[in-house]
Nanobody, 115 residues
Framework: QVRLVESGGGLVQAGGSLRLSCAASGSIFSFNAMGWYRQAPGKQRELVATISSGGSTNYADSVKGRFTISRDNAKNTVFLQVNSLKPEDTAVYYC?????????WGQGTQVTVSS
């Protein structure tokens, strides 16, 4: 059973930074890719960033240049460094892992950006 646990969310002023973490219950080498998604109130869940097992990254246009996804294979953890936060970044941030056709989700961590 795969378990993903997010942490690092919180309340921050506009322009601030946070570092989100996603700890996996097993080796992240087994995942084809891992990523971060977010869902704001009343909106659909959207892709924020992904990182492949080979380290290739992909970002939503809205976060390019501000957010950085990375992975620490030794710690089975994926990170999302979020800088220059804007009020529109307020959302629940979810970690997602893909293994073949199967996708796994964490419980989410709330990020709230005040203006």
């Amino acid at each position: 059973q795969v378990r993903l646990v997010e942490s690092g969310g919180g309340l921050v002023q506009a322009g601030g930074s946070l570092r989100l973490s996603c700890a996996a219950s097993g080796s992240i080498f087994s995942f084809n890719a891992m990523g971060w998604y977010r869902q704001a109130p009343g909106k659909q869940r959207e892709l924020v960033a992904t990182i492949s097992s080979g380290g290739s990254t992909n970002y939503a246009d809205s976060v390019k240049g501000r957010f950085t996804i990375s992975r620490d294979n030794a710690k089975n953890t994926v990170f999302l460094q979020v800088n220059s936060l804007k009020p529109e970044d307020t959302a629940v941030y979810y970690c997602q892992a893909q293994r073949g056709p199967l996708g796994y989700w964490g419980q989410g961590t709330q990020v709230t950006v005040s203006s």
